[in-house]
């Protein structure tokens, strides 16, 4: 008797409902296996007991007709068989001997011991749906693939779930163009942002799933050609801080702090923005320096920004400007010992991997930096960045070098022929004017 609230056992990985049924012993040489096992495509235990009833008739029927009248409908089992596990053709049978009783029903042919395929809980079979592609499986492998930084998993988590919930389902595989429309159409009428809606969640998933497409996943990227329109944002000042702005953060540095800041935040107010305005830096690759990263190349301290504190992963190392010298800055690292300049580990609050410790170092100098009245348009962490490019320009350094020192990504292809000798970006950050407060 088939229990009608037997629940199928899971696959441990995926979490896909499985049929399992053991093959009568009398039915084994027909069928070539002990046991027949595939995927219900299914995580629902609900459809997954419906499902589970629904294959296991089919195939007790496919059974009683064998027993019953072999010869007309063993090829209707061998039909499902067909259906279900992608079995080779059984053309090439040969026929059975006649049988020896006095039954008069001629000879039936033998069915070959059947040829399976090993049918994984996600791979589609012949003839059947196509299998669902979990959509947070899917990112897990995504993510562990591409390397993705904590910071961008944390990002992209909020995507892939709301892009379910947006759905009703988690399956790649039931997702359509439509779908992807209607999810952007629906974020836009919740008041998200035009440029949050393009760079975040559909940059989130056309990865994704472009990824499921790499690994032969899904025949196509549904969301491939969607898109979003973005105003071009209107242009009231320049992006980086002007002379006033400019004089105004380094006065700032150099005036007593608060004895309720820390030794390290009292550090990182005064010295972020000057090497911030010496180098083109951004402030997230220069809080998480230590004294190592101070670094003496043909006579000249250099500081070493490394590959995995920057978007081009690639280290680079940048001449100091005298005028940090004599400021005392190689001092104060030395003093640091194998301490981070900037932030003391030992007083972290456990801070995960997708927010350490030095990017909010680099928050807290951008809130102050705000409190200044330093004007909103301007972006705490980048404004020396685009105000160092513009002097740069002023004083004539070539666009090559510029870019090296930024650790921008060059235009050209020769850009990446050659070395830019450390004399040679020390000779071009002398060329700086001094900054006088």
Not at 73 to 97: I, M
Not at 363 to 373: F, H, Q, T
């Amino acid at each position: 008797m088939v229990n009608a609230s037997f629940t199928p056992k899971r696959h441990p990985e995926s979490g896909i409902y499985l049929f399992r049924k053991r093959v009568p012993e009398r039915l084994k040489d027909v069928v070539g296996r002990s046991e027949i096992k595939f995927s219900l495509q299914t995580r629902d235990p609900a459809m997954a007991r419906i499902r589970n009833l629904e294959e296991l008739a089919r195939l007790e029927r496919a059974w009683a007709e064998i027993d019953g009248t072999r010869i007309t409908n063993s090829e209707r089992f061998a039909s499902y068989l067909d259906a279900k596990f992608s079995r080779v053709s059984a053309a090439g049978r040969e026929p059975e001997p006649a049988a020896t009783d006095t039954a008069s029903v001629p000879a039936a042919p033998a069915l070959s011991p059947v040829s399976v395929t090993a049918v994984s809980p996600t791979a589609p079979a012949a003839g059947a749906p196509k299998p669902p592609v979990p959509l947070r499986l899917l990112f897990k492998s995504y993510a562990k693939e591409a390397q993705l930084s904590p910071a961008t998993v944390k990002r992209w988590t909020p995507v892939v779930e709301r892009l379910i919930g947006h759905l009703g389902h988690d399956d790649a595989a039931a997702i359509t163009r439509a779908d992807i429309v209607a999810w952007k159409d629906t974020l836009l009428e919740g008041g998200m942002k035009n440029i949050t809606i393009r760079d975040v969640y559909l940059a989130a998933t056309k990865a994704l799933l472009q990824f499921a497409v790499d690994q032969g996943l899904l025949a196509g990227n549904p969301a491939k050609e969607v898109k979003v329109r973005v105003k071009k944002k209107v242009k009231e000042r320049e992006k980086g801080f002007d002379g006033v702005e400019a004089a105004k953060i380094l006065t700032a540095t150099l005036r007593p702090f608060s004895h309720l800041i820390s030794e390290e935040m009292a550090a990182a107010r005064r010295w972020l923005p000057w090497i911030g305005a010496y180098t083109g830096a951004r402030i997230n690759e220069l809080t998480p320096l230590t004294a190592a990263e101070f670094v003496k190349r043909d006579g000249i301290w250099m500081i070493r920004i490394r590959g995995a504190n920057n978007k081009l992963r690639t280290f680079r190392e940048v001449p100091l400007h005298g005028h940090l010298i004599e400021q005392g800055l190689l001092d104060y690292a030395k003093s640091r010992g194998k301490r981070p300049l900037f932030y003391d580990p030992g007083r972290g609050r456990g801070g995960k991997d997708a927010n350490p410790h030095h990017k909010k170092v680099a928050e807290r100098i951008a809130e102050w930096v705000r409190s200044l009245g330093i004007d909103a348009g301007v972006a705490p962490s980048h404004g020396w960045r685009h105000r160092f490019s513009s002097v740069a320009r002023f004083v004539g350094m070539p666009e090559d070098v510029r870019n090296i020192i930024q650790g921008h990504a060059g235009a050209k292809v020769a850009d990446d022929y050659g070395e830019t000798w450390p004399l040679v970006a020390l000779r071009e950050i002398e060329k700086l004017p001094r900054y006088v407060v």
